[in-house]
């Protein structure tokens, strides 16, 4: 799986170096909450990111970007162990921690829709890119050599492409533009083999950020 990704990385990062070198350059560092739309159980997430416009227009940006996630908590719940030992009871119940991570490559396509006052913007963006998402899971010490777990809850990586949307305001604030963006991404598009007990997600987020701009240098 990692040869799948390194191609998609290279071809990124030779489009950022060729359009970098014509681009007005900006970084868009932000932080923000997410909350899963496809569980079953509401389950929220802590956002970073990085966005970076290879081409910048007055009306219009081509943005990639890197973001990651881990859930700010563990969740607990429990699963039943069985045993064949005729000295112990037949059943137990073990407890489970699980915890959700991602990290992802974006490509995106961002237009103006309004400005106004010389200091504020809305801007719609669609987005597509690779992510790499896992839920870990750790069960509660037990006696293993008397106790089988016949359907516990497992660990899982999938990696897959994702589509995305939404929308960002900014507002000028001295040298850069503060900002606030909403999207929604899609589940990874892959199959899972041992996905029986989670909907992989899709996220509703909220971010906050701040543009930083660099003046481009004549040479």
């Known amino acids: 799986m990692v040869n799948a990704f390194r191609t998609p990385v290279l071809t990124l990062l030779l489009l950022l170096f060729h359009f970098a070198m014509k681009a007005q350059h900006s970084i868009e560092p932000y932080i923000g909450y997410g909350i899963d739309l496809a569980g079953k159980l509401p389950v929220s997430q802590v956002n970073i990111g990085l966005q970076y416009p290879v081409i910048h227009k007055s009306a219009y940006q081509m943005v990639i970007g890197v973001r990651g996630s881990a859930s700010p908590h563990k969740r607990t719940g429990t699963d039943v162990a069985y045993s064949a030992d005729p000295g112990s009871p037949l059943t137990i119940t073990t407890g489970y921690e699980k915890r959700s991570y991602s990290v992802g490559l974006t490509l995106g396509n961002r237009w103006r829709v309004i400005a ?29 050599d008397k106790y089988t777990i016949l359907n516990p809850h497992l660990s899982f990586k999938k990696q897959g492409t994702f589509l995305g949307a939404g929308t960002q305001y900014r507002r000028r604030i001295n040298i850069g533009y503060l900002f606030f963006q909403a999207d929604i991404s899609s589940p990874p598009i892959t199959e899972s083999k041992n996905n029986r007990y989670y909907a992989t997600p899709a996220i509703l987020a909220i971010n906050a950020g701040y543009i930083v701009e660099f003046k481009k240098q004549n040479r």
Do not use: E, P, Q, T
């Open 116 to 144: 106004w006052a010389d200091k504020n913007m809305i801007s719609l963006f669609v987005n597509a890119g690779l992510i790499h998402y896992r839920i870990a899971v750790k069960h509660d010490d037990f006696d293993s």
